[in-house]
């Protein structure tokens, strides 16, 4: 029996290993699919610096200028005087500190729901819904453009999925009469990120209804920023927690800090503690971010301001783009996607714009389907009407591709 791995053995792993790498990551290349991450060296905010050159920013999720608020930035830095750094340990063993339990209360009643759970991020909040909410018999029923995070939930789960295009409910109405699983269970985007159009939740909940199914809404980019006071997608359709008995929503986004939360019943939360493996299996949120994350909810309420220059700039924004003639589609919300369809040609602009100053991201597939790609113009409080201006103006500048 060989005792040690000899040098010739693995010098030759590593090369095919590395052969391997590189071919993907030229295959990527070649169809213009390469993603690399800027680096800048400032809060998040409307102007970034990035070696040494500031960029007018139009890709953050920042969408109440939260992110850099001092009075967030203050119970961050109380917080950690309080509570230092790490929480560790999972909350099961004894990593749930008072302050995530407050921040939980605060966010049962933010949504108008009995209970709410800290997550670590929406990605793992997904997975854990999903996959604890579901067994082999089960069937789960999304929406084409559904966020990944809910996919991987699927991928996680026994439960038999079936995807519908974007909010046909004609088509998820057929999926779900000729489903004959224990429990159906309906998942979707509330605002849909690379979209930005909202859930045709008056229609897929009296589906839900008739066909007995659970609702699932991830409303990640609609917390803080839709309905007449930021509550999501639920207020903005009057839906209330019995209509959606399965809320998610982050905190990275609208709220400008981190984490993510399920909120609902009593026993969905107590349910979801038990068997979320995504909850279970790792570590609690550094306390002191749940001080900050406490913050932004109240400052989100209070300062209903925020909302109303955000919806300023989304109208001056569509109004601008339409007079020049660019691509816009029907969003009604900070997400304003601009259609290009060649990953090359949305690269270019995106590249083109980046030489002017301004960050803009080439939302490219596998990020959305296939022939989709698309400039992603994301609005903020934080822009003045005259970084406004500026974008459409450069926008204007770099149509058509090429
Ligand atoms: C961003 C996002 C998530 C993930 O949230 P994180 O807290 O960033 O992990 C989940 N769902 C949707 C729809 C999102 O846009």
Not at 377 to 387: D, F, I, K, N, R
Request: hydrophobic residues 40%.
């Amino acid at each position: 029996m060989p005792a040690t791995v000899t040098e010739r053995q693995k010098t030759g792993m590593l090369y095919f290993m590395l052969t391997y790498l590189r071919e993907r990551l030229q295959q990527r290349r070649q169809q213009s699919l390469y993603r690399r991450r800027l680096i800048h060296h400032t809060p998040q905010s409307p102007l970034l610096c990035i070696a040494g050159r500031k960029y007018l920013n139009f890709c953050s999720n920042d969408y109440l200028g939260l992110a850099a608020h001092p009075r967030i930035t203050k119970a961050l830095r109380d917080g950690a005087e309080t509570y230092a750094t790490g929480a560790g340990a999972s909350h099961l063993i004894n990593g749930h500190s008072i302050a995530h339990h407050r921040l939980e209360d605060v966010l049962a009643e933010y949504t108008g729901r009995q209970r709410a759970l800290l997550f670590s991020t929406g990605y793992m909040a997904n997975l854990a819904v999903i996959s604890a909410l579901t067994e082999r018999h089960d069937a789960l029923f999304m929406d084409k453009l559904n966020h990944a995070s809910l996919l991987d939930g699927a991928a996680l789960s026994k439960a038999r999925l079936q995807r519908y295009p974007h909010n046909d409910t004609v088509r998820l109405e057929a999926l779900l009469e000729k489903s004959t699983a224990r429990h159906k269970l309906i998942a979707s985007d509330g605002v849909f990120s690379m979209d930005g159009d909202l859930a045709a939740l008056p229609q897929i909940l009296p589906a839900a209804q008739r066909h007995n199914a659970w609702l699932i809404l991830d409303d990640a980019h609609g917390l803080g920023v839709v309905g007449h006071s930021g509550r999501g997608c639920c207020e903005y359709y009057g839906l209330t927690a019995d209509d959606v008995p399965v809320l998610v929503g982050t905190l990275g986004k609208a709220f400008g800090v981190f984490g993510a939360f399920v909120a609902g019943s009593e026993e969905l939360i107590e349910y979801l503690i038990q068997f979320a493996r995504s909850y279970i299996y790792t570590t609690a949120l550094p306390p002191a971010l749940a001080c900050a994350a406490l913050e932004a909810v109240r400052l989100a309420g209070e300062e209903a301001w925020r909302r109303e220059v955000l919806y300023q700039r989304i109208a001056q924004f569509r109004q601008a783009a339409e007079q020049c003639g660019l691509p816009l589609s029907a969003s009604p919300t900070p997400i304003q996607p601009l259609f290009i369809g060649d990953n090359a040609d949305a690269l270019a602009i995106s590249r083109k714009l980046y030489e002017g100053g301004i960050l803009l991201s080439a939302i490219r597939p596998p990020t959305v389907p296939a022939g989709s790609a698309r400039l992603r113009v994301t609005l903020s409080a934080a822009h003045t009407p005259e970084q406004v201006d500026s974008l459409v103006e450069k926008l204007a500048a770099a149509f058509p591709p090429k």
